[in-house]
């Protein structure tokens, strides 16, 4: 099972239209990535799937980079019980 | 003698959402009036506008009760308002026309053959026999205890039945009103078709030149402070509410407008709730759209199938329902804001709270309260904060405040409609994932 940063990175690369190499931990969703407002509705969508959680979409949609997602996504997996590869 | 007015049966009000959900039923328009103005006027002698002796009570879901009692003149789920006086409770969903109960008289309880209470007179000396813990052990004491009367008394039964109505209530409310004339401006050229008598435009209301009032079919109702803007055409029967403005419209017959609406493009038999906007170009008809909606440029929905088959409609937390009519448009649920280009399906519902993103295809016919359309799926979207934003930004650009209570109001309807669109989110993510 590949690691949680490896499959936020994949989905953001897969909605956003971008190679996965281009994507980086600090990069901002919106200024350095071009998500539009669409896609970050897309992406938390996509995240819930990927993961089998739900998050509060307020708090999701706060977070501003991939790294900020990875550490929020691991966050909600551990309160709702799901296994993560660390 | 105090008019009572229950409205707490869920199975009841489902029929009438997405409406039903933010307001209790008698606050529905038909024609020039709600339906509790219109019961009101059958019942008392007297407008309820000057107390006197005569004054109202209201039962509503517990929900909505902190909310509406900060804009109703009466007292909201009041017990004590079950005392002291004369009462008479009734069923705002019976018709006004049928309603022919003397004020005075002896108690008596109105019911179908099922059991249904449509009204029930009670005499102050009789209050003592009945159960006050709530208003439905006292409804329930008074089938009981007081005679009863078998009648049959015609209700209305769903929400496109105020909306297939709508143009004759228009009439009727018209010749109750008695008004007729001009009080306010109507400037020339522009051309009046049709008796003046079927004609009224109140003070401060302003018609435009290059504007046809065509009363031949029905009559034209223009409410005070209104605003009818160059290239305008109006076809009776027709109710512009107070300060609304129609802008370069095409108002077939049948409309009603609320308070405050900005009107454009071409209508068609429908009722639009004070506040909401189609402000442009697009085609709305047989509709029924809430307050606070913002119709985005060129929405336009069908109200007619190519087959001319019967139109069904799928209400929240029900299935669909065959309307028996062939003309039905859309419903549209409070605050809801569609883009610019959307194409809403013949009978569609629209919960309140939505907020519709078109991709050029017509809409499914059913998107569920709070819901985010977007990129053709139902989504969580930016969820409720959002949207109490929005909201908030709306209703303070006309002066009205966005409350605490309104906000539990919501809070509560938001968890009330989470079944059908926690459904309509995951058909939306199976597709999302296609």
């Known amino acids: 099972m590949a690691t949680v940063e490896e ?21 901002s969703f919106t200024q ?3 998500a539009e407002s669409v896609q970050s509705i897309e992406l938390v969508a996509m995240f819930e799937e990927e993961f089998g959680i739900e998050m509060d979409e307020d708090a999701a949609l706060a977070v501003e980079t991939v ?13 709702q019980g799901v296994e993560l590869e660390e | 003698m105090r008019l009572i007015l229950v409205d707490r049966s869920d199975e009841i009000r489902r029929n009438f959402f997405p409406l039903a959900l933010s307001r209790p039923l008698w606050q529905l328009r038909c024609g020039i009036t709600t339906l509790e103005e219109k019961l009101a006027a059958k019942l008392v002698p007297r407008s309820l506008e000057g107390i006197g002796a005569d004054d109202a009570a209201y039962f509503v879901p517990d929900y909505m009760a902190d909310a509406y009692r900060a804009r109703a003149k009466y007292p909201v789920n009041d017990m004590s308002a079950l005392a002291g006086d004369d009462l008479m409770l009734v069923d705002p969903l019976v018709k006004a026309e049928d309603l ?54 015609r209700t209305w039964e769903y929400l496109w039945d105020l909306v297939l109505a709508n143009a004759d209530q228009i009439t009727s409310d018209f010749a109750a009103a008695g008004k007729c ?9 522009g051309e009046i078709l049709g008796s003046k008598t079927d004609i009224f435009v109140g003070s401060r209301a302003r018609v435009h030149p290059m504007v046809v009032i065509d009363a031949e079919n029905g009559p034209v109702y223009i409410d005070e402070g209104a605003e009818i803007q160059p290239f305008s055409r109006i076809e009776g029967p027709c109710y512009i509410g107070k300060e609304s403005i129609l802008l370069g419209a095409k108002c077939r017959s049948g409309n009603t407008f609320g308070p405050c609406c900005r009107i454009g493009g071409e209508v068609e038999e429908s009722i639009i709730h004070g506040y909401s906007n189609k ?7 047989h509709s029924y759209i809430g307050e606070w909606v913002n119709l985005g440029a060129l929405t336009t929905n069908s109200d007619l199938k190519n087959d001319y088959s019967t139109v069904s409609i799928t209400l929240e937390g029900q299935g669909a329902i065959n309307t028996g009519s062939t003309k039905v448009g859309s419903f549209i649920g409070d605050h809801t804001k569609t883009s610019i280009g959307t ?12 907020i519709i993103m078109a991709t050029g295809k017509p809409l499914p016919k059913f998107i569920p309260s709070f819901a985010w359309f977007v990129e053709g799926v139902v989504t969580k979207g930016f969820g409720r904060t959002g949207l109490y934003e929005t909201a908030k930004v709306a209703m303070s650009r006309r002066g009205r405040e966005w409350t605490a209570a309104e906000q539990a109001m919501w809070d509560a309807i938001f968890q009330m409609t989470a079944p059908a669109r926690d ?7 199976k597709a999302m994932f296609r």
């Not at chain 2, 459904?423 to 993510?429: L, T, V």
């Open chain 2, 423 to 429: 459904e309509a989110i995951k058909r939306g993510r």
């Open chain 1, 32 to 34: 350095d990535l071009g």
């Open chain 1, 7 to 27: 499959r936020v990175k994949a989905i953001t690369a897969r909605v956003l239209g971008l190679e996965l190499d281009e994507i980086k931990s600090e990069h």
């Open chain 2, 343 to 354: 194409l809403l399906n013949t009978g569609c519902y629209i919960g309140a709270m939505a």
């Open chain 2, 100 to 153: 022919r109960i003397r004020a005075e008289g002896k108690s008596e309880v109105g019911l179908d053959e099922q059991g249904r209470v449509f009204y029930a007179r009670i005499v102050k000396n009789d209050l003592k026999k009945l159960v006050a813990n709530s208003i439905e052990d006292f409804v329930a004491s008074a089938k009981l205890r007081l005679p009863n009367v078998t009648c049959k008394l």
């Open chain 1, 67 to 79: 790294g900020g997602a990875v550490e929020f996504i691991t966050q909600v997996c551990r309160q």
């Open chain 2, 181 to 189: 004339g001009i009080e306010g401006k109507v400037e020339k050229p």
């Open chain 2, 279 to 285: 402000y442009h170009d697009g085609f709305i008809g």
